[in-house]
């Protein structure tokens, strides 16, 4: 079992910045893919960015690239994904997983789900 705890959602103004952190706790997390997804009310969860386990491969949806990036520190059990330039449309709850395989924006391949963290963007 991997428990996930996602922290630093909030309220921000358009344009701003948040730093949401996700800490794992259980089996090791060294061994896991790590990925964010978000989900607003109405819609369908959707995949948001994904970091393989050493870090050095990242993957992006396209509506946050070049505004979002993701990091992880395995020292430290924990992933993060930093938010600039955000948009109302940004809303959502935002919700941090963890997989051994299978393609990083299928959330159907992640076997482990944290509880979410409200990101609220107001205009």
């Known amino acids: 079992q991997v428990q996930l705890v996602e922290s630093g959602g909030g309220l921000v103004q358009a344009g701003g910045s948040l730093r949401l952190s996700c800490a794992a706790s259980g089996r090791t997390f060294s061994n896991y893919a790590m990925g964010w997804f978000r989900q607003a009310p109405g819609k369908e969860r959707e995949f948001v960015a994904a970091i393989n386990w050493s870090g050095n491969g990242v993957y992006f949806a396209d509506f946050v690239k070049g505004r979002f990036t993701i990091s992880r520190d395995n020292a430290k059990n924990t992933v993060y994904l930093r938010m600039n330039s955000l948009k109302p449309e940004d809303t959502a709850v935002y919700y941090c997983?963890?997989?051994?395989?299978?393609?990083?924006?299928?959330?159907?391949?992640?076997?482990?789900w944290g509880q979410g963290t409200q990101v609220t963007v107001s205009s």
């Open positions: 997983a963890a997989r051994l395989g299978g393609k990083y924006g299928d959330a159907q391949a992640y076997d482990y």
